[in-house]
């Protein structure tokens, strides 16, 4: 006999699971067109948690994203606290991530999956840029936290 009081895992109901990159990814995506200022902090922090977690699980090393991290405090340096923003630092932010995720697919295809819409709402202002950084420097310190590991 069934115990239907037990909840099941959807793979169990024979439902496809989403996979969390595209979960994250749809809670990203309407940033897109109002940008990241309006993103709560409450839930950049959830997408930051989550996002490091799955890296982990990948097992992706931080040295691999590095350089992007770079790159995205080198915009935030030039940027003059808003003065001299430049809203297509942001968006050349794509290949230079494109590149990396080309260097290793699996590990670094996922980050770029969720990052796209997050770089695009980061570009319309230097407060969207913020956030932006906040919620890279925010997955990676989770990824650590989970135990990620730089080499």
Do not use: C, W
């Amino acid at each position: 006999m069934p115990d239907y009081g037990q909840r099941r895992e959807p793979s169990q109901r024979g439902e496809k699971k989403e996979s969390p990159v595209s979960v994250i990814r749809q809670k990203l995506e309407p940033y897109k067109s109002t940008g990241l200022k309006n993103l709560s902090a409450d839930e950049l922090v959830n997408i930051a948690d989550e996002m490091g977690e799955y890296l982990k699980s990948l097992d992706l090393k931080t040295t691999q994203v590095r350089r992007f991290l770079d790159g995205v405090r080198k915009i935030d340096a030039v940027s003059d606290k808003g003065k001299k923003f430049s809203k297509d630092l942001v968006i050349l932010l794509k290949p230079k991530l494109a590149y990396a995720a080309g260097r290793d697919k699996d590990k670094i295809g996922p980050l770029m999956q969720v990052l796209e819409p997050a770089i695009t709402a980061g570009s319309r202002t230097y407060e969207d840029f913020k956030r932006l950084l906040a919620l890279i420097e925010g997955i990676m310190a989770y990824h650590k936290y989970y135990g990620g590991r730089d080499t």
